[in-house]
């Protein structure tokens, strides 16, 4: 009913001034369809629309709203005017809400495209160009319909509403920029693949995605966030320049909440979020190193194996594929004595490849090769000798246990080797690398505890400068 009486009340106004609504359509700067669907009352003119209209036909923008000629006591009270104005403003805010989930969706059917089409279709790069597409569409409608908003919005130092809703059509082109980035960055990879093929759908590639999207949303933030600060600053201090004395206080707590804004946005990141950042990243790379070697941290293995007179191990090793000589070799002093004894062993060619998993020395004849010989007893005082050929067992020795098996002449030995001599570098380097890793997590938890406490002292200290 109030659009039918403001449309008729329009359609009056404009005959009794012998316009068309071509017309006032080029006067106004819309199309002829717009200034029909409000004289139909199929809408309403938007809120920056009425001065316009108001100084087009003669009236006021009270009467406008009204539908009808107002005499001097029904002029719209202070109080009426407004409630008349946060209406219209309401409208604004829903059609704010519907270009928000529009421009949304529209980002969320590019991650969809995109992840349909290289992981299912093995088509990554048409994919990734795909959302693009749509990512793309989603900023522009964001930016278009809401700089339509402001325009139709009015000025913003007409009132608080006004003013607060300004600065939320900032913020959401922020949010909406924000999530395409992200989007962005989660369809970055597909670009790399190569032509007709698509990414893998496992734990690496879904780690990778996450790693792009969060560098993603972090450098948006950090960048973006400062600026809609700062852009957000000057339209306050345009409000609060040309606001009235009873608009000056509300306008005025704004600002100070946008210098708060600001003055957190440069002192987080440099008292709390940079320390802490700079430990965790020399953490993570200490941590990283030995990963990406592949180092297997093994402290020590266990083997089992059977001894039988007369039979000697299977060997893993270069004992089974070269020819050598035995040079010397450590012997008990009897029969009934336990221990190591080193053998050294005369290589005429030793295999290369072998070098780092045995103790070797060069000499004019080829390479001598030490091992040791082990030699433990059983609870029923049995010895169990065995050479240490396989390469396994180059580490030092741990523990040994020797039993019998029930059967005569056969023993079950089970021994403990400590990292053996190609892991041993490894070992000891990732070790290193965890206790250092270990060190810069602990201290970054520290730089957190301390840089806290200090930016919430330096925070109460400037409130009070507010």
């Not at 270009?99 to 059917?109: D, Q």
């Not at 670009?191 to 496992?202: K, Q, R, S």
């Not at 020590?300 to 000697?312: C, I, N, V």
């Amino acid at each position: 009913m109030e659009n039918n009486r403001m449309g008729e009340f329009l359609a009056a106004l404009r005959k009794s001034k012998g316009y068309t609504q071509q017309e006032v359509a080029d006067t106004l700067g819309v199309s002829n369809k717009t200034v029909s669907s409000w004289e139909t009352g199929a809408s309403c003119p938007d809120i920056s629309m009425l001065p316009v209209l108001a100084e087009l036909y003669g009236v006021t923008c009270d009467e406008l709203i009204r539908g009808k000629r107002l005499s001097s006591e029904e002029e719209l009270s202070p109080a009426g005017r407004k409630k008349a104005m946060e209406h219209l403003l309401q409208r604004q805010k829903t059609n704010l809400f519907t270009v928000c989930w529009i421009a949304g969706g529209l980002a969320g059917i590019a991650l969809l495209l995109t992840s349909l089409i290289g992981f299912a279709a093995l088509e990554s790069p048409i994919g990734f160009y795909v959302g693009l597409i749509f990512q793309a569409a989603s900023i522009i409608t964001a930016v278009i319909c809401i700089r339509r908003l402001r325009f139709q919005a009015g000025e913003p130092w007409e009132s608080e509403p006004a003013l607060r809703f300004s600065l939320s059509l900032d913020r959401a082109l922020f949010w909406i920029v924000f999530a395409n980035v992200a989007v962005f960055g989660f369809d970055a990879p597909h670009c790399f693949a190569p032509a007709h093929a698509g990414l893998a759908l496992d734990g690496e590639t879904l780690l990778l995605l996450l790693l792009f999207v969060l560098g993603a949303a972090a450098l948006t933030f950090l960048i973006g966030w400062p600026v809609l600060l700062r852009v957000q600053k000057k339209r306050l201090l345009a409000a609060v320049d040309r606001a009235s004395d009873e608009q000056s206080g509300a306008f005025t707590a704004l600002m100070r909440q946008n210098t708060l804004s600001v003055w957190k946005i440069k002192r987080i990141p440099l008292l709390i979020v940079l320390p802490f950042a700079v430990l965790l990243a020399l953490s993570l790379i200490f941590l990283a190193i030995p990963a990406s070697s592949e180092a297997d941290v093994v402290l020590q293995s266990t083997y089992t194996f059977t001894l039988r007179e007369g039979a000697t191990l299977s060997q893993n090793s270069p004992f089974d594929r070269e020819e050598y000589t035995l040079v010397s070799e450590e012997q008990p002093e009897n029969e009934t004595e336990t221990g190591k004894y080193e053998v050294v062993y005369l290589f005429p060619s030793f295999p290369e490849e072998w070098r780092g998993y045995y103790r070797t020395q060069e000499t004019e004849d080829g390479t001598l090769v030490t091992i040791y010989k082990y030699r433990a007893a059983s609870e029923e005082g049995n010895i169990a000798e065995f050479y240490a050929y396989d390469y396994k067992w180059q580490g030092e020795l741990r523990s040994i246990a020797v039993s019998e098996t029930g059967k005569e002449g056969e023993l079950y030995v089970e021994a403990a080797f400590g990292p053996s001599l190609f892991e041993q570098d490894d070992v000891t380097n990732t070790i290193l690398f965890l206790s250092l890793g270990g060190a810069f997590g602990a201290l970054s938890l520290l730089s957190f505890a301390v840089t806290i406490p200090l930016y919430l002292r330096k925070e109460r200290k400037f409130k009070k400068t507010l």
